[in-house]
């Protein structure tokens, strides 16, 4: 498929899909329409019976799916308008109401989820038989039965989160996106938000790199205390409704059957990752002698290799994109294409508009919403393509239920970093310039580092800094020295480390909004280099294989769903597979 250069600019996404503005009636009216249906399913309490015919059972889910169909709708209107503009007090104001809206809502019908997690297995096997695509929601649902409270309970801790932990992350998230960062650029001083300091941390010139990062974590240390103070928080908060109420092993556990992942198969990543921290070393260390350097600083880690400053037009970034999607399979950017063409994507740079980038899937049949800061450098391209990636997946998935569409966490990095090695397939074919080609090639190291072994060491940092916090009270400075340790780990010998780097964990909103989040990038980077690798031994014939894994989004588990393409994710070897891609990769450059 061709599409014309420069068919699409950037732009503010349009939300009117969702609804038209804070004071619609359709918004009120969505409200007021939830909150029938919940006061219908109240209704049904009494119906619930382990010998209750299949048929009314079913009745009963898919109830619940409507209901849940509406609140999705109303949940993503205020977040993606809260992201779109952090400081505007109406959607502000609205997160907080939905928020307090939901935990009401979820209080009123946790008669089911509990009467459901209780039920005995012949019963609950014999409705689940019945149940079609929901069969998997249910069964993830009884995983946590040991891990659930009484009724009274599981209402407290539900209120309570709204002006608890979520209200602490919120505020993370307000105080944090409005930071101002001063830098001299050309003998300017630049006010800039986060997202436009990104291109100096990654830029060509060094001494600016330098300055950018201590500006940085300058701001950030500044409220050091405070932000660690919050994590603190997060921590204990975290420890107490699950190690102490809920009876989870580890902390980390919670977020491991949250993704139906063993922790046998998390911690064999964790440790695989580390026995194979050498050869980014080793790929630092070269890296260094391109840059003319003895040894590299931190803040040299992402510098471009080859000067090329090259900038591309949004126009050109959405073509290529497009284009290496439509090369592996036309379906694929077809999809892409609808979130571009219904206005789905908030890629223009604008103060207030929360940082990095993202993909909203809702509901099924809704395109899914992609928000990033586009500022014309290859990295951007990339996370374009990344963030369709994920839209893709969701939109593959899209005949499943509300229930099932969504791919679970271990998965959802699939379609996205698959995604970006297209993109880097077709921008290595087309490019004749060597220095430009070598900088792509460096870049892909980069970025596997930054998936890989920086988050594996985030997600070691989260596991010893739990701890620290719950067992040995831990303070603000005692965690930043473990943050320390912990990069000393992961750099070795080959990257020098200078001070402010001890705040950097502050700075890094995933350990706040969602605790252990970070191991499912590793996990789905190293799963992407391996079915890679297949899709180059295999041509055609894997492509039905790889669209099969993204369509069956999150209505199996992801052991089961990886295991049909012949992946045991419980086994070293499958890990070091993608280690052996990298390794090449660092040997191939080396040969460069
Ligand atoms: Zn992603």
New binding site residues.
């Given amino acids: 498929m061709a599409y014309s250069i420069n068919t699409y600019s950037v732009k503010k996404w349009d939300l009117g899909e969702l609804f038209s503005a804070f004071n619609s009636p359709e918004l009120q009216a969505a409200f007021d329409n939830v909150e029938e249906q919940v006061t219908s399913f109240e209704g049904v309490r009494g119906k619930l019976k382990a010998d209750m015919d299949a048929g009314t059972f079913l009745d009963v889910v898919r109830a619940s799916e409507e209901t849940t169909r509406i609140v999705n709708k109303v949940y993503a209107f205020a977040e993606l308008s809260f992201a779109a503009n952090t400081q505007d007090q109406n959607a502000q104001s609205l997160v907080g109401r939905v928020q307090q809206f939901v935990a009401e809502i979820q209080n009123r019908t946790l008669f089911f989820d509990l009467w459901w997690k209780e039920l005995d297995e012949a019963n609950a096997e014999r409705l689940m038989n019945a149940a079609g695509d929901y069969r998997y929601y249910l069964e993830a649902m009884r995983h946590f039965k040991p891990h659930t409270l009484s009724e009274a309970e599981e209402k407290v801790v539900n209120l309570k989160t709204v002006t608890g932990s979520n209200a602490l992350i919120n505020l993370y998230d307000s105080i944090t996106n409005r930071y101002v960062f001063k830098v001299e650029v050309d003998g300017e001083v630049k006010e800039l938000t986060r997202g436009q300091l990104q291109p100096y941390i990654q830029g060509p010139d060094p001494d600016l790199r330098a300055r950018a990062y201590q500006e940085l974590y300058r701001v950030y240390g500044e409220e050091g205390p405070i932000l660690g103070q919050m994590y603190q928080t997060r921590a204990r908060d975290w420890h107490n409704e699950n190690i102490t109420m809920r009876k989870f092993n580890t902390p980390m556990s919670v977020r491991n059957l949250a993704n139906d992942v063993p922790d046998e198969a998390v911690n064999t990543l964790l440790d695989v990752t580390k026995k194979n921290s050498r050869i980014f070393q080793r790929y630092f260390k070269m890296k260094a002698k391109h840059l003319g350097m003895d040894r590299l600083r931190r803040y040299d880690v992402y510098a471009p290799v080859a000067k090329s400053d090259k900038a591309f037009e949004f126009g050109d970034a959405a073509r290529m994109v497009l284009e290496s999607f439509s090369a592996f399979e036309p379906r694929v950017g077809e999809l892409a294409q609808r979130v571009f063409d219904q206005d789905h994507l908030d890629s223009e740079v604008r103060k207030g508009k929360q940082g990095g980038a993202f993909?909203a899937s809702i509901n099924p049949e809704i395109t899914p919403y992609v928000l990033m800061s586009f500022t014309g450098r290859a990295r951007d391209v990339a996370t374009l393509a990344?963030?369709l990636g994920?839209a893709i997946h969701a939109m593959l998935a899209s005949h499943h239920s509300t229930f099932t569409f969504h791919s679970s966490l271990p998965l959802?990095?699939t379609a996205?970093t698959f995604g970006e090695m297209m993109l880097t397939e077709k921008l290595l074919a087309e490019e004749t310039d060597e220095a430009v080609r070598r900088d792509i090639l460096f870049k892909q190291m980069d970025d596997a580092f930054a998936t890989i072994l920086r988050q594996v060491y985030f997600a070691i940092f989260e596991r010893d800094a739990h701890e620290l916090v719950v067992k040995k009270n831990a303070s603000t400075d005692e965690l930043c020295a473990l943050y320390m340790e912990n990069l000393r780990e992961e750099f070795g010998e080959a990257v020098e480390l200078s001070e402010e780097f001890k705040w950097e964990w502050v700075s890094i909103p995933h350990i706040y909004h969602t605790p252990f989040y970070v191991y499912a990038?590793a996990f789905g980077q190293l799963l992407v280099f391996s079915l890679y690798q297949q899709f180059k031994q295999e041509g055609e014939s894997f492509k039905p294989k790889y669209l099969k894994i993204l369509s069956a989004g999150g209505s199996e588990a992801p052991e089961r769903i990886l295991a049909e393409a012949g992946i045991d994710i419980r086994s070293p070897k499958f890990w070091q597979g993608g280690f052996d891609v990298l390794n090449r990769m660092v040997d191939e450059l080396e040969r460069l």
């Fill in positions: 993909c990344h963030e994920h959802a990095e996205s990038y």
